[in-house]
């Protein structure tokens, strides 16, 4: 098997393994982490509790590395695209990675199988889309007007990510370990700002990248994860709270 077609079952498989995750989660099963931490999903055990930092570190670092190990052709990376692309791409989990899990407060244990899900996860993701844009494929060195509008998109989702997550931190200032209702930015829009911020994110990758399929998969899977697990926090915010905005959605604005 060559190596485009390997890559492109690899792509293949990522999606499907996403969608078959999705489907509990969709049907309401809660994905065993943060406020459902003490939750069995589908009656089974997710294992001993790792710190939260710890496992935030562990399960994202791998696509912050593994772009970096995977091969790669000098001609390939020539291009201006290609290099910003992957700039992109790696910026995003040295954020996740190094600066957001040792900002957290507060923040409630991780079984060890869904740290180890969320590794396997961005592994795979970190080798899809550094072998595709380090060697695989040459992206034309003209910029096209898609480019432009894809990294706009992912800026501002990564903008509307941080600073939706330094709302939740502010929320534990004083030291509190409990949930209080997230005020301000586009909190006042949706339940989960800080998810609506990761989805635009990499939709706004997968259109800097023209729409090829490694950028299409990366969008496709980040919304899989995290979509049912908004509609999920959305509702639980409303069974707690007798207050909640009422105008509010879950994950996007004025739609869902």
């Known amino acids: 098997m060559d190596e485009v077609t390997l890559h492109r079952r690899v792509c293949v498989g990522f999606v499907a393994s996403m969608v078959l995750c999705g489907v509990p989660l969709f049907a309401g099963v809660a994905a065993p982490y943060g406020r459902y931490h003490q939750e069995r999903a589908l009656g089974l055990r997710y294992g001993w509790p790792v710190d939260a930092r710890v496992a935030w570190f562990v399960q994202e670092v791998p696509s912050l590395i593994v772009p970096f190990l995977v091969r790669r052709d000098d001609e390939v990376l020539s291009s201006p695209v290609n290099r910003a692309l992957l700039f992109l791409f790696v910026a995003h989990y040295a954020h996740r990675s190094l600066v957001f899990p040792f900002r957290i407060r507060g923040g409630k244990p991780t079984p060890a199988v869904t740290a180890a899900c969320a590794f396997a996860y961005t592994a795979v993701n970190g080798f899809i889309q550094g072998q ?125």
């Open 132 to 256: 595709y844009l380090a060697a695989l494929h040459r992206f034309p060195d003209e910029l096209r007007g898609t480019f432009f509008v894809g990294v706009a998109a992912f800026v501002a989702g990564f903008a509307i990510c941080a600073h939706s997550d330094g709302i939740l931190r502010d929320l534990r200032r004083d030291g509190s370990t409990g949930y209080a209702i997230p005020r301000g930015g586009f909190f006042d829009f949706v339940s989960c700002a800080n998810y609506f911020g990761e989805i635009l994110e990499w939709v706004g990758y997968a259109i800097a990248m023209n729409g090829a399929y490694p950028g299409l998969a990366c969008a496709a899977g980040t919304a899989l994860n995290l979509i049912p697990r908004a509609l999920r926090h959305h509702n639980w915010y409303k069974a707690k709270f007798d207050d909640y905005p009422k105008s509010r959605r879950a994950i996007i604005p004025f739609v869902w």
